[in-house]
C-alpha cells in the first residue's frame, strides 16, 4: 500500500511455514529484546493464521490491535465471528481499528 511505505523500513518481513508465527521462534527472536510493545495485525484468515498470530501476542503481553480493513478470511461466516470476538470477548486485550485509524494515530 503506497501510504504505508514511508513505514518501510523498519518494517521487517518474517515468511512462516505454520499458522502461528510464534511457533518457529523466529518472530520471538526479531522482538526479544526491542522495546517492542504494540503490535499491529493484518492478514490473510482472520480465522486461523490472524487468530494465532493475535492469540501469541496476548500470551506474550503485547498491545494487540487487529486492522479490521486489512484482514480477510476464505470465510465469511467465520470472519464475521472472529471479528465479533475480537470486539467483545477479547476487547480487553485486542483494539480494532481501521487503516485510517491507525495511520491517524501513528507516532
Not at 518457529?24 to 486461523?48: C, F, H, P, Q, Y
Not at 486485550?93 to 485510517?100: D, F, I, K, L, N
Request: charged share 25%.
Amino acid at each position: 500500500m503506497p501510504s504505508l511505505a514511508r513505514f518501510v523500513p523498519p518494517a521487517k518481513l518474517i515468511d512462516k511455514r505454520v499458522y502461528s508465527p510464534w511457533t518457529e521462534g523466529r518472530l520471538d527472536a526479531m522482538l526479544n529484546g526491542s522495546k517492542v510493545d504494540t503490535l499491529v495485525i493484518t492478514g490473510g484468515e482472520t480465522d486461523v493464521c490472524v487468530l494465532a498470530t493475535v492469540l501469541g501476542a496476548i500470551d506474550r503481553g503485547f498491545r494487540v490491535v487487529v486492522v479490521t480493513d486489512a484482514v480477510c478470511s476464505s470465510a465469511d461466516p467465520t470472519h464475521d465471528a472472529l471479528m465479533e470476538l475480537y470486539r467483545s470477548r477479547f476487547s480487553e486485550q485486542v483494539e480494532a481499528a481501521s487503516t485510517a485509524e491507525v495511520l491517524d494515530s501513528w507516532h
